[in-house]
C-alpha cells in the first residue's frame, strides 16, 4: 500500500529564508511523487513530479524537490522564501501501479512567512 | 490550457434538500474525473472517480446513494449530494485527467465550499 507523511503541520519561516517541507512516503511499487499547493479557498495547482528520471526536480514559482528512494523522502525545498509562498503544501504519491493509479495525499503543511 | 472550473463555488443549503455541484474540463476532453472531499484544515479525501459513460467508482465508506455522480460526458462530471445534512459541510473538489494522459496527472478545480444548515 502507499502512504504519504508530512512532517510538520505547520511551517513558518521568514521572507528571504530557506523554505524546506518534508514529505516521506511509502510505496510498493516505483514512486511517482507529487507536491501540490492550495491557496485558502481554492483548489490545488501541481508545483512539481517526480516520475523517472534525474532525481532532483525543479517546478514552479522556484520550488524542487529531491527523490531519495534510499531515504524514501521527496523533501520540498525554496531558497529563499516570498510573502506570496504562504499556503497549505501537499505531497502526494501515485496510488497502485499502471494507468489507473491515483494519487493518495499527504496531511498538508501550511507554511507562513512573515515579513 | 488545462482547466477545470466548479459551478457553483459556494453553495448554503438547507437539511434534507439536494444539491448539484458540476465539474468541467474547458479545454481538454477527460474520460476521467475525480471527486474529493476536504475538511478544514485537513487533507483531500478520494470520494468517488468517475468515468464518462459508465457507473462511478466509489471509496470505501463513501455512500454511493447519498453522493450521486454522473459523468455524461467527456468535459462534464457532476456531484449531487441528496437530502443534505449538516455533517456534508465541507469543500469539495474535482479534479479531471485528459484523455489522453495516465490518472494520476490530474487537474483540479478551485472547489464548492457547501454548508448545510
Known amino acids: 500500500a502507499q502512504s504519504v507523511t508530512q512532517l510538520g503541520s505547520h511551517v513558518s519561516v521568514s521572507e528571504g529564508a530557506l523554505v524546506l517541507l518534508r514529505c516521506n512516503y511509502s510505496?510498493?511499487?516505483?514512486?511517482?511523487l507529487f507536491w501540490y499547493v492550495q491557496y485558502p479557498n481554492q483548489g490545488l495547482q501541481l508545483l512539481l513530479k517526480y516520475t523517472t528520471g534525474a532525481t532532483l526536480v525543479k517546478g514552479i514559482n522556484g520550488f524542487e524537490a529531491e527523490f531519495k528512494k534510499s531515504e524514501t523522502s521527496f523533501h520540498l525545498t525554496k531558497p529563499s522564501a516570498h510573502m506570496s509562498d504562504a499556503a497549505e503544501y501537499f505531497c502526494?504519491?501515485?496510488?497502485?501501479?499502471?494507468?489507473?493509479?491515483?494519487?493518495?495525499f499527504g496531511k498538508g503543511t501550511k507554511l507562513s512567512v512573515k515579513p | 490550457g488545462a482547466v477545470v472550473s466548479q459551478h457553483p463555488s459556494w453553495v448554503i443549503c438547507k437539511s434534507g434538500t439536494s444539491v448539484k455541484i458540476e465539474c468541467r474540463s474547458l479545454?481538454?476532453?477527460?474520460?476521467?474525473m475525480f471527486w474529493y472531499r476536504q475538511f478544514p484544515k485537513q487533507s483531500l479525501m478520494l470520494m468517488a472517480t468517475s468515468n464518462e459513460g459508465s457507473k462511478a467508482t466509489y471509496e470505501q465508506g463513501v455512500e454511493k446513494d447519498k453522493f450521486l455522480i454522473n459523468h455524461a460526458s467527456l468535459t462534464l462530471s457532476t456531484l449531487t449530494v441528496t437530502s443534505a445534512h449538516p455533517e456534508d459541510s465541507s469543500f469539495y473538489i474535482c479534479?479531471?485527467?485528459?484523455?489522453?494522459?495516465?490518472?494520476?496527472?490530474?487537474?483540479f478545480g478551485p472547489g464548492t465550499r457547501l454548508t448545510v444548515t
Open positions: 510505496s510498493s511499487v516505483p514512486p511517482y
Open positions: 502526494a504519491v501515485r496510488r497502485g501501479g499502471g494507468s489507473q493509479g491515483n494519487l493518495i
Open positions: 479534479s479531471a485527467s485528459p484523455t489522453d494522459r495516465l490518472h494520476y496527472e490530474q487537474y
Open positions: 479545454d481538454f476532453q477527460a474520460t476521467t
